[in-house]
């Protein structure tokens, strides 16, 4: 049974920094393609970053030179580095995961991720 477990979420203020994590189970970081999402208050679920099997990165031109997504695979684990946060970074963050090697040129839509965690709250002030 695939499980993914996000941490690493809090309050900062604008211009801060945090890092998000994931954590895996019952499937293999080094032979899937996974994902960073976030839902802010009234909007739609978007993809922020996602990260190929062979580590091959995208990212969203929104979050482009700010965040930064990684893996561990040998913990299983999926980053999110998130620095110089503005308000409208603001969100629920999600951690999703999906069973093949290339995330692709859709990999920002959320029907292409079929494992999902339950979330990590970013609030970030001015």
């Known amino acids: 049974q695939v499980q993914l477990v996000e941490s690493g979420g809090g309050s900062v203020q604008s211009g801060g920094s945090l890092r998000l994590s994931c954590a895996a189970s019952?499937?293999?970081?080094?032979?899937?393609?996974m994902g960073w999402f976030r839902q802010g208050p009234g909007k739609e679920r978007e993809g922020v970053a996602a990260?190929?099997?062979?580590?091959?990165?995208r990212y969203a031109d929104s979050v482009k030179g700010r965040l930064t997504i990684s893996k561990d695979n040998a913990k299983n684990t999926l980053y999110l580095q998130l620095n110089s946060l503005k308000p409208e970074d603001a969100a629920m963050y999600y951690c999703?995961?999906?069973?093949?090697?290339?995330?692709?040129?859709?990999?920002?839509?959320?029907?292409?991720?079929?494992?999902w965690g339950q979330g990590t709250q970013v609030t970030v002030s001015s």
């Open positions: 990260i190929d099997a062979d580590g091959t990165t």
């Open positions: 019952g499937y293999t970081n080094s032979r899937t393609c």
């Open positions: 999703a995961a999906d069973w093949r090697m290339s995330c692709g040129s859709d990999w920002s839509r959320v029907r292409t991720f079929e494992y």
